[in-house]
């Protein structure tokens, strides 16, 4: 049985992993990052032996008014940067089905008229 503490909150009843499109994913936020751990997971993420060790990053997924999808990204800010810097088309992802209403608890004033 996999160990609650490992989880995050939104993704602690979501199984699935999907591979999804880095180009897809929508960042607002601009991180400051640890180029030694960037520089580390690069490593991790290029051997195959020990990729399984990078957790899969959790994604608000939310449907627009006109019936769009937007794939919100927060966290992971070093895992994201280490795929996008290795080339990597895709990147293993949670999906939370999310509101707008929880995308202003994370943008407030800056969230976009998605609805
Ligand atoms: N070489 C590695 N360096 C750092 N973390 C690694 C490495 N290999 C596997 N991991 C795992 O990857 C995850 C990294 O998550 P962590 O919260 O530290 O950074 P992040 O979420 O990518 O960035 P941030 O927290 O800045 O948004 C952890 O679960 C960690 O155990």
Same mark, same amino acid.
């Not at 960042?27 to 290029?46: A, F, G, H, Q």
């Not at 899969?56 to 627009?64: A, E, F, K, M, S």
């Not at 794939?71 to 509101?99: D, I, M, N």
């Given at each position: 049985?996999?160990?609650?503490?490992?989880?995050?909150?939104?993704?602690?009843?979501?199984?699935?992993?999907?591979?999804?499109?880095?180009?897809?994913?929508?960042?607002?936020?601009?991180?400051?990052?640890?180029?030694?751990?960037?520089?580390?997971?690069?490593? #991790?993420?290029? *051997?195959?032996? +020990?990729?399984?060790?990078?957790?899969?990053? $959790?994604? !608000?997924?939310?449907?627009?008014?006109?019936?769009?999808?937007?794939?919100?990204?927060?966290?992971?800010?070093?895992?994201?940067?280490?795929?996008?810097?290795?080339?990597?088309?895709?990147?293993?992802?949670?999906?939370?089905?999310? #509101?707008?209403? *929880?995308?202003? +608890?994370?943008?407030?004033?800056?969230?976009? $008229?998605? !609805?």
């Amino acid at each position: 049985m996999a160990n609650d503490a490992d989880r995050t909150i939104h993704a602690a009843h979501i199984n699935d992993i999907h591979n999804v499109p880095i180009r897809i994913l929508i960042r607002p936020i601009i991180p400051v990052l640890d180029e030694d751990k960037v520089n580390s997971l690069m490593e #991790t993420i290029k *051997d195959e032996s +020990t990729q399984n060790q990078v957790p899969p990053l $959790d994604i !608000l997924w939310i449907t627009g008014r006109e019936g769009g999808d937007y794939y919100y990204s927060f966290g992971g800010c070093h895992r994201y940067e280490a795929y996008k810097r290795l080339g990597l088309e895709t990147v293993p992802c949670k999906l939370f089905k999310s #509101t707008v209403d *929880d995308l202003k +608890t994370y943008l407030g004033a800056s969230c976009p $008229d998605l !609805l």
